[in-house]
């Protein structure tokens, strides 16, 4: 599939100022679509995209939501209410086999191509984690080292079928030559205190992968950018029928799309901290949306609201983030899940 533009990056023309002693960064989002269920696939056309926003320049790429192993729109893994079918069942297990592990091989390779094309790039993946499974987004930078990742905290609807809910360890925003980056999956992004929580981080690109391409989904993107004084990057798929396995192998709940009918239309964008949309958002098919981002926007825009610092009110309204590992079985010490593990004789 043709990427659009197929010349040149996405570019809007803003007149961003002229003080030049801010930084400027050449930022990419990705709109394209998984191959669904063939992760070395994935990988391989992740590198060509890739390998050409480096091409255009871009320091920083985002790529979407679950663009390693897959966004599963449509399916419903068998399930109702007091029953799982076997279809369904099995429909897990090729979607877990799709999924990576984190350390592990794909994200080794991930950190090579970051390394290769000297960019700092932010993935969306499906993680495993034994037999439960993350919506993760995974962060390297322009050396080729994984930095850390985010697990989605809060999976919508059907989701939580499939996916685990991360917890208040991995809500990073790392700092790095080109800026403080950090991300929220999707409609993590309209919880209020989850963003209060990156803000207070000193969040400035504000990366937002996403399965939502309703027009709506601008005006929370527009009102973080506003809201954060950061700028915000929000990566889609664009998806049609036909890039899911045919049925029976995949099948849509409900009735069957016709195989070029577009099940997820894009609308990535990129937003200033001051409102201002750079880029996008495009609902044309697959692309590569470029911005150019002066830092200096930032100071500018907090000046005038800065939600963590002049213009909160500690001693009325407050915060608490739980930041450790939420694990269900604590061992006291390192022998005791040995111990319990091996059977001993009497």
Same mark, same amino acid.
């Given at each position: 599939m043709a990427l659009v533009p197929s010349s040149s990056p996405l570019i809007a023309e803003v007149d961003m100022g002229t003080d030049y002693s801010a930084p400027t960064v050449r930022a990419t989002v990705v709109q394209a679509s998984t191959v669904?269920?063939?992760?070395?696939?994935?990988?391989d056309k992740a590198e060509r995209?890739?390998?050409e926003a480096a091409g255009y320049g871009a320091q920083l790429v985002v790529f979407p939501e679950a663009f390693v192993g897959g966004y599963p729109r449509g399916s419903n893994f068998g399930v109702v209410i007091g029953n799982r079918t076997a279809k369904g069942k099995e429909d897990?297990?090729?979607?877990?086999?799709?999924? %990576?592990?984190?350390? @592990?091989?794909?994200?080794?390779?991930? #950190?090579?191509?970051?390394?290769?094309? +000297?960019?700092?790039?932010?993935?969306?993946?499906?993680?495993?984690?034994?037999?439960?499974?993350?919506?993760?987004?995974?962060?390297?930078?322009?050396?080729?080292?994984?930095?850390?990742?985010?697990?989605?905290?809060?999976?919508?609807?059907?989701?939580?079928?499939?996916?685990?809910?991360?917890?208040?360890?991995?809500?990073?925003?790392f700092e790095t030559p080109i800026g403080k980056i950090g991300a929220a999956i999707c409609w993590e992004n309209k919880m209020p205190l989850l963003r209060t929580a990156m803000y207070a981080k000193g969040i400035e690109i504000y990366c937002a992968p996403t399965a939502d391409s309703r027009d709506l989904w601008q005006?929370?993107?527009?009102? %973080?950018?506003?809201? @954060?004084?950061?700028?915000?990057?929000? #990566?889609?798929?664009?998806?049609?029928? +036909?890039?899911y396995p045919p049925p029976p192998e995949y099948a849509f709940a409900g009735?069957?799309?016709?195989?070029?009918s577009v099940v997820c239309a894009g609308g990535s964008?990129?937003?200033?901290?001051?409102?201002?949309?750079?880029?996008g958002p495009n609902y044309d098919g697959e692309a590569l949306i470029s911005a150019d981002l002066d830092l200096g926007e930032i100071a500018r825009a907090k000046f005038d609201f800065d939600v963590v610092g002049h213009?909160?009110?500690?001693?009325?309204?407050?915060?608490?983030?739980?930041?450790?590992?939420?694990?269900?079985?604590?061992?006291?010490?390192?022998?005791?899940?040995?111990?319990?593990?091996?059977?001993?004789?009497?």
């Open positions: 669904f269920y063939d992760t070395p696939a994935t990988l995209l890739l390998a897990f297990r090729k979607y877990h086999a799709a999924a %990576i592990d984190v350390p @592990g091989p794909e994200v080794d390779r991930l #950190a090579a191509m970051a390394g290769k094309y +000297k960019v700092f790039l932010v993935m969306g993946v499906i993680e495993r984690d034994g037999y439960t499974l993350y919506c993760t987004v995974l962060f390297f930078d322009s050396q080729g080292c994984y930095l850390g990742k985010h697990r989605k905290m809060m999976p919508t609807a059907l989701e939580r079928i499939i996916w685990g809910f991360g917890d208040g360890s991995t809500i990073p925003v005006a929370s993107m527009t009102h %973080i950018a506003l809201e @954060g004084g950061c700028f915000v990057l929000s #990566a889609n798929q664009f998806c049609r029928r +036909k890039d009735e069957e799309p016709a195989p070029d964008v990129i937003i200033s901290p001051s409102g201002t949309i750079l880029a213009y909160s009110r500690p001693e009325v309204l407050s915060l608490i983030v739980r930041d450790h590992p939420a694990t269900p079985v604590t061992f006291t010490s390192a022998s005791a899940k040995t111990d319990r593990a091996v059977s001993h004789k009497p």
